[in-house]
């Protein structure tokens, strides 16, 4: 069960994953960083419309998948040794993001062509920096909601308010109170993330992922004690 310092890492890391998942849209001719599903969808339906970006999502999805396997593969030799890997991911996620907003700048803005170098580039770092939070999300951070893809969490959301209000069982509405106190901060922290990344793309460009990158910096630099709290 998590406790109460967790909704703030749940906040934190949903803010990011919003942002970083909003700015790739916006800025990668609809690349979604964080949510494979949507590129799969919107490559299939390239095939009927024709757009730009098809290498762009093409080259981002085995970019995520390296992400996982290494994140996976920290994890495994931190619980070898039985330590928290959180420090490492969260320095592994800040770097590449520092390398997606780098590759970025460099990139013409707005983007004309999905041949870009530098733009390949910057899709590819942006979708490992969110493969290693969605993967640490799925193992180190098994006890807390998902901070990357909000369809399940917005679908628990509806399910536990139901069973609040009309279920009637007092034991599925303590469990549905208890999911909703993760679920509410993810939901609302992604969604302000996402607002936040259309402002800083329109202010800063590229520039404006310092902020997601921040945020990592003060997950990294948290008291070892509370991240160890976090772990599964």
Not at 152 to 163: L, R
Not at 203 to 214: D, R
């Amino acid at each position: 069960m998590p406790n109460k310092s967790s909704y703030l890492m749940i906040a934190l890391l949903s803010f990011i994953g919003g942002y970083v998942d909003t700015f790739g849209f916006i800025a990668l001719f609809g690349l979604f960083t964080a949510h494979i599903t949507g590129n799969f969808v919107l490559m299939g339906a390239m095939l009927v419309h024709p757009m730009q970006g098809g290498l762009l999502k093409l080259l981002a999805f085995p970019a995520f998948l390296l992400g996982v396997a290494a994140s996976r593969i920290v994890v495994l030799n931190y619980e070898g040794r039985q330590k928290s890997p959180l420090k490492t991911l969260f320095m592994m996620q800040l770097l590449l993001l520092l390398g997606f907003m780098l590759a970025g700048a460099m990139a013409p803005l707005p983007l004309e062509s999905d041949t870009e170098l530098a733009a390949i580039l910057a899709g590819m770092l942006g979708a490992a920096a969110m493969a290693i939070q969605s993967a640490g999300g799925r193992t180190t951070l098994a006890g807390i909601v998902h901070t990357t893809v909000m369809t399940g969490n917005v679908t628990h959301m509806i399910i536990d308010i139901t069973d609040i209000l009309f279920s009637g069982r007092p034991e599925l509405e303590a469990r549905a109170r208890a999911r909703l106190r993760q679920l509410a901060p993810a939901v609302s922290a992604f969604f302000t993330g996402a607002l936040c990344a259309a402002a800083g793309y329109m202010s800063l460009g590229y520039w404006s992922i310092t902020l997601p990158i921040l945020l990592l910096a003060i997950l990294f630099l948290s008291p070892a004690h509370w991240l160890e709290q976090q772990t599964a």
